[in-house]
């Protein structure tokens, strides 16, 4: 089971910063893909962020060239800097991650409890 724990959600205003944090823990074999979806209230849960274990990335159109994601494989964590942000970019945000528990077992995804991430304007 891999569990997924984000943190550095929060209030900024608009045109602001924030950097959220998911770092993965339990007992797995390789964790693949990791990302960040967001939910804003009566929509659908959508992409944000994606990055392979190699580090190939891909963003929603709506945030290319504002957020950032990273990840460090040896902490088993993925980053999404988020730069320039609007009052619409406020949502919950969850980590995603694609795992293996085993190196026979089918990968499957993951999700985190979301955080809460709020520009005022």
């Known amino acids: 089971q891999v569990q997924l724990v984000e943190s550095g959600g929060g209030l900024v205003q608009a045109g602001g910063s924030l950097r959220i944090s998911c770092a993965a823990s339990?007992?797995?074999?390789?964790?693949?893909?990791m990302g960040w979806y967001r939910q804003a209230p009566g929509k659908q849960r959508e992409l944000v962020a994606a990055?392979?274990?190699?580090?190939?990335?891909n963003y929603a159109d709506s945030v290319k060239g504002r957020f950032t994601i990273s990840r460090d494989n040896a902490k088993n964590t993925v980053y999404l800097q988020m730069n320039s942000l609007k009052p619409e970019d406020t949502a919950v945000y969850y980590c995603?991650?694609?795992?293996?528990?085993?190196?026979?077992?089918?990968?499957?995804?993951?999700w985190g409890q979301g955080t809460q991430v709020t520009v005022s304007s």
């Open positions: 990055i392979t274990s190699g580090g190939s990335t």
């Open positions: 339990g007992r797995f074999f390789s964790i693949n893909g």
């Open positions: 995603n991650a694609n795992s293996r528990t085993t190196p026979w077992a089918l990968p499957r995804d993951y």
